[in-house]
């Protein structure tokens, strides 16, 4: 039986300290730490192969997504629909940055929607 952790299903073996971690991981957007918070986490947890490192990765790769939208935006300002995509991007950062956090904080992994799997 496998026994790994599915996005629906709530994260085995969560403890206290990692639960603070994946919630600040899915809130390092808004605290202004960006990809670096759960950058750190990830290098740390990841031998672990735990809940923590399994959603400092998807909130790594979130975060590389919406920059690498973000670098796609950026000329179309010029037609002022880059504006428009930027400021769209930004709110969905806050918006499912709040929600991961909720579903942390549930002991549910949270898997970002549009987001690309860099890091696998």
């Not at 930004?90 to 898997?111: H, T, W």
Request: one cysteine or more.
């Amino acid at each position: 039986m496998d026994t790994t952790p599915t996005p629906t299903t709530p994260a085995p073996h969560s403890v206290g300290e990692d639960k603070a971690l994946i919630i600040l991981c899915h809130l390092s957007a808004l605290i202004g730490v960006g990809f670096l918070l759960p950058f750190i986490v990830y290098l740390i947890k990841r031998k672990d192969a735990g809940p923590a490192a399994i959603q400092a990765k998807e909130v790594l790769n979130f975060h590389l997504s919406l920059l690498l939208y973000s670098l796609c935006a950026l000329p179309l300002v010029f037609v002022f629909v880059g504006a428009v995509l930027l400021v769209l991007l930004g709110l969905a950062a806050v918006i499912f940055g709040i929600v991961g956090a909720i579903k942390a904080s549930d002991g549910v992994l949270y898997r970002y929607p549009l987001c690309i799997r860099f890091i696998s």
